[in-house]
Nanobody
Framework: QVQLVESGGSSVQAGGSLTLSCTAS????????MGWFRQAPGKEREGVAT????????QYSDSVKGRFTISRDNAKNTLSLQMNGLKPEDTAMYYC??????????????????????WGQGTQVTVSS
């Protein structure tokens, strides 16, 4: 059974930092796309950051570029999101996602949620002003 389990969500003040982690089991994501998405109450799901697992090719939404960093540990089958300079508008449920398509020789992984197949249950990030 494939599972993605997020952790690391918390409540922080504006300007603070958090690191989210996603542990995958049941599937070894090699040469796949993985990413972080978020959804705030009343808003559509937004792609935050994605990574091609075999080459560290990353994509970021304009809203987080320069503040967030996505990374991948293939040996541990984990995905991380380092979030610095957090703003109240970053408040949302954050989800880890992955696709199962093998991309050769590489891919700039998209920020659209419908490109991803496996999803975690989410971890809440709340940023207060």
């Amino acid at each position: 059974q494939v599972q993605l389990v997020e952790s690391g969500g918390s409540s922080v003040q504006a300007g603070g930092s958090l690191t989210l982690s996603c542990t995958a089991s049941g599937w070894n994501y090699v040469r796949n796309c993985m990413g972080w998405f978020r959804q705030a109450p009343g808003k559509e799901r937004e792609g935050v950051a994605t990574i091609y697992t075999a080459g560290d090719i990353t994509q970021y939404s304009d809203s987080v570029k320069g503040r967030f960093t996505i990374s991948r540990d293939n040996a541990k089958n984990t995905l991380s999101l380092q979030m610095n300079g957090l703003k109240p508008e970053d408040t949302a449920m954050y989800y880890c996602a992955a696709d199962r398509d093998v991309h050769l020789p590489w891919k700039e992984c998209g920020l659209r949620g419908d490109e991803y197949f496996d999803w975690g249950q989410g971890t809440q990030v709340t940023v207060s002003s």
